[in-house]
């Protein structure tokens, strides 16, 4: 043994070569923790005091290679000033030079997943040999910085600097055949070949069959451009790349200038400009947050994944209705795998549920995710029925039917008593109370909600709803099969609304009350997606739906009218009573009209202000900060109070939910982290400037508490 650390060892072959092996102890996958890198220094010196070793093969122990730096100790390394950070990254360069300055060949056997910092860690040997099931990749973009341990360097000069730009862009994660194609590795095997193929190449390396020396020197010199190439590929990839990635996220657009910078230099000087860059962003508030994003994605993935070991994979499934949900329901059980049942009382309503799938599996073949054959075996698992004949074998039901109290009540009760005792039932409802709808089974603790967001194949989140009665087993079963389904589970307890709506609807209501001052709703949609929406409140309630967000307004209302009831009327009213559904029947605050594609489009239309013009009831003058004031205080407020109330666990999960299932801004990390950003003590006072709003806007004792004694959500 030449070396032995507690994430790597070194050790000799009995060809003459030494192998390097990644095997962190006490985790499942490598990672490039400070510990790590530290090890890797001493391992890199113990070969280099070796006199004999003629080649050198880098391996793992585990299923993925390297994935990444530690993502868990960013926050606090990133804290540090930007000159540190700068010195960090040159003593990484000069680690990972000494692994290319090695005086004989090198290798790599890249078993697994290779991403970001072990991507870079591969990049300096002089070759590489992958499995036909690893993936290769740079996602640093991802989390707001861009890759700085050599990847915008070596990567440009192994795979040309249109293709470097596309992978450290877009943060990708590459298949084997794409990285052969592209040149960033040399050979492609099955697992089983891989460590012989690595070994026969050092071999042929060895025996001066391959030009090892040559290969370090293009990653070496500066990128082989002439002067209008490289300002054809920088200029067009930064202006695409810009309007791709949008104004918020600055890192892809850094990552490009990092190369072009670098593009002339030799390999120090380009490493330097890659530091510097670097540090400038791992110092920005997107970066911060795009970070606590991930970590909080780890804990929810953590708490489902804990969950899931405790129940048995739902095995056959079934769904309640088969509309535009229902379908979409099916279709993703399907997808996935799990075999599902769709029952109506219409025939009509499963042709319409049946549709609904296969056209969401023809756009997937359509796109070559799925081939033709893969479709009809899909479609095979599911299976359309206007009878409970077979419901007897089904481990998990969703009831989806209309949202009314009565008849999903009705619709549940028949369904118990064809189901076998130990079967799950839940409900996808977007409002109604879960204790309330359990109150007429014979069974509750294996009843609970699943609340998907519409269109189900593309939200990620599901609420899984706990109700009074709910038992454990019921709420593990339905979070274990919402991951089944691909999907995003995050537990909440009952509460109307439960956790995404009723935090979306005062946010609805800051609207309201903004059109009944006199803003003009397309304003108010523009500004708030400049602030980083995907769509703006007037043309968000056009997608819900009018008629849906009036329903879930009362239900709020009901469930908490010292904030939300109002008695006298407002626009959701009027726009309901002039039958302005929104884009469902191409009308609310905005017309809608087929683009080339056959997707709505929304249009101006005027006759929305001579509707609002009688809601007015006096006219300020509001800057865009009004507006994004008026609009994020009492969505902040509300997941204050979810949090506080127990309907949420943690602020992780609160985030979380709101970035998965309404498309809250994720540079901005969630409602809490953007308190904790404006700091909590500026974020009260903000909030009782616009306390004559009335009491959406009103602080909670304990945030006030918490302001006082400077505390935060996130430590």
Known sequence: MIYQGKALKVQALSDGNAELTFDLQGESVNKLSTAAILELGEAVAAIQSQKDIKGLLLSSAKEAFIVGADITEFHGVFGETEDYLVEMNQKVHALFNSIE???FPTVTAINGLALGGGCEMVLTTDFRVMSEKAKIGLPETKLGIIPGWGGCVRLPRLIGADNAIEWIAGGTENKAD???????????????????????????????????????????????????????????????????????YPAPVEAIKAIQKGATAQREKAQEVEAKTFAKMAKTDVCFNLVGLFLNDQLVKKKASAYEKQVNPTKKAAVLGAGIMGGGVAYQSASKGTPIMMKDIAEDALLLGLKEANKLFSKQVERKKMTAEQMGEALSRIRPTLSYGDFADVDLTVEAVVENPKVKSAVLAELEDQVAEDAIITSNTSTISITSLAKNLKRPENFCGMHFFNPVHRMPLVEVIRGEKSSETAIAATVAYAKQMGKTPIVVNDCPGFLVNRVLFPYFGG????????????KVDK???KFGWPMGPAYLLDVVGLDTALHANEVMAEGFPERMKRDDKTILNVMNEQGRLGQKNDTGFYRYEEDRKGKPKKVVDESTYDLIKPQIKETRELSDDDIIARMMVPLCLETVRCLEDGIVETPAEADMALIYGIGFPPFRGGALRYIDAMGVKAFVELADSLAELGPLYGVTDKLRAMADKGERFYA
């Open 527 to 529: 500004v708030m997606e």
């Open 101 to 103: 300055d090695l005086p």
């Open 511 to 522: 609207f309201i009350g903004l059109l009944e001052q006199g803003a003009d709703f397309q």
């Open 178 to 248: 794409a990285a052969l194609k592209m040149g960033a590795v040399d050979a492609v095997v099955p697992q089983d070949k891989l460590r012989e193929t690595a070994l026969d190449i050092l071999a042929e390396a060895q025996a001066g069959n391959l030009d090892w020396q040559a290969r370090r020197e293009v990653k070496k010199a500066p990128l082989q451009l002439n002067q209008i190439e490289a300002m054809m590929v920088f200029e067009t990839a930064k202006g695409f790349v810009a309007g791709k990635a949008g104004p918020h």
